[in-house]
């Protein structure tokens, strides 16, 4: 994974700790050195420095605006290289440019950094056309979500109360697993992390079978991960995990990523 950054360290932190609480039989993390004694002191566990991985997670706590040419440049061979990747935060603008199956994780606000490099909406307006869209009916949010995974060829999860799912060949669904509580900092990149856990799996498992994975079966897989994480994040608060359970407690993202084997506790596997 290449998450965090000198501004966002912290982003580098909760990736790893998502990707290891969702089962990672290992992490390997890449960025700057300043960051890695960081991570390593929460996880000391984790392989710093690049190399082989059966997954990657790109982009969470990196700015966009501020990523220089070299950092830009080790992201895009990410994205062109042989592993499917998570795309987070400031890694969006580049999915456009994608060889691998991918999954996007945006929030409404970071959509349109999706969706420009693809031709939809112009970036130099104040005005932002999409606004009004995912504002509107929850049927127009669903068909935003469809019609950007069909442009962008990967799945895209539109995160949020009800967090969208899609393929690009029309598959979706709606995640509905988690709690007003996770709207806390750090617990998307805590998403990511588990999302990258449970990628690399499904994709390990498909090489075992002689084969890779078709980008269809990201969707299903991200639903999953989304899943995993509202429960942690309803366990966490001291919620029932799958209905209820009351008003629930303030968490933080580290509270979640700790609920996260216990979130496995409750999947039904069919």
Same mark, same amino acid.
């Given at each position: 994974?290449?998450?965090?950054?000198?501004?966002? $360290?912290?982003?580098?932190?909760?990736?790893?700790?998502?990707?290891?609480?969702?089962?990672?039989?290992?992490?390997?993390?890449?960025?700057?050195?300043?960051?890695?004694?960081?991570?390593?002191?929460?996880?000391?566990?984790?392989?710093?420095?690049?190399?082989?991985?059966?997954?990657?997670?790109?982009?969470?706590?990196?700015?966009?605006?501020?990523?220089?040419?070299?950092?830009?440049?080790?992201?895009?061979?990410?994205?062109?290289?042989?592993?499917?990747?998570?795309?987070?935060?400031?890694?969006?603008?580049?999915?456009?440019?994608?060889?691998?199956?991918?999954?996007?994780? $945006?929030?409404?606000?970071?959509?349109?950094?999706?969706?420009?490099?693809?031709?939809?909406?112009?970036?130099?307006?104040?005005?932002?056309?999409?606004?009004?869209?995912?504002?509107?009916?929850?049927?127009?949010?669903?068909?935003?979500?469809?019609?950007?995974?069909?442009?962008?060829?990967?799945?895209?999860?539109?995160?949020?109360?009800?967090?969208?799912?899609?393929?690009?060949?029309?598959?979706?669904?709606?995640?509905?697993?988690?709690?007003?509580?996770?709207?806390?900092?750090?617990?998307?990149?805590?998403?990511?992390?588990?999302?990258?856990?449970?990628?690399?799996?499904?994709?390990?498992?498909?090489?075992?079978?002689?084969?890779?994975?078709?980008?269809?079966?990201?969707?299903?897989?991200?639903?999953?991960?989304?899943?995993?994480?509202?429960?942690?994040?309803?366990?966490?608060?001291?919620?029932?995990?799958?209905?209820?359970?009351?008003?629930?407690?303030?968490?933080?993202?580290?509270?979640?990523?700790?609920?996260? $084997?216990?979130?496995?506790?409750?999947?039904?596997?069919?």
């Amino acid at each position: 994974m290449h998450t965090g950054s000198r501004a966002y $360290p912290g982003a580098a932190v909760l990736s790893a700790e998502g990707a290891w609480r969702a089962g990672s039989g290992m992490v390997r993390w890449d960025g700057p050195r300043e960051v890695a004694g960081l991570v390593l002191a929460r996880r000391p566990e984790t392989v710093v420095g690049a190399g082989r991985a059966d997954a990657h997670v790109i982009g969470s706590g990196i700015d966009a605006r501020a990523r220089d040419d070299a950092l830009t440049t080790r992201l895009q061979a990410v994205l062109r290289g042989g592993a499917p990747v998570v795309v987070d935060a400031g890694a969006l603008d580049l999915a456009a440019q994608a060889r691998v199956p991918l999954v996007v994780t $945006p929030h409404d606000g970071e959509l349109r950094e999706v969706r420009i490099p693809l031709g939809f909406g112009i970036d130099d307006v104040d005005d932002d056309p999409l606004a009004p869209r995912l504002s509107g009916a929850f049927a127009e949010r669903v068909l935003v979500v469809r019609e950007t995974a069909v442009a962008l060829g990967g799945v895209v999860v539109l995160k949020g109360a009800a967090t969208i799912v899609a393929t690009p060949g029309g598959w979706w669904t709606t995640v509905r697993a988690g709690t007003p509580w996770l709207a806390t900092a750090g617990t998307g990149d805590v998403l990511a992390g588990a999302l990258g856990a449970v990628l690399a799996g499904a994709a390990a498992a498909a090489r075992v079978e002689g084969r890779e994975l078709d980008v269809e079966e990201l969707g299903p897989v991200a639903a999953t991960a989304v899943w995993l994480h509202g429960t942690a994040g309803r366990i966490a608060a001291g919620q029932a995990p799958l209905a209820g359970g009351g008003p629930g407690r303030p968490i933080t993202a580290l509270d979640v990523a700790e609920a996260l $084997p216990d979130a496995f506790a409750h999947a039904r596997v069919p």
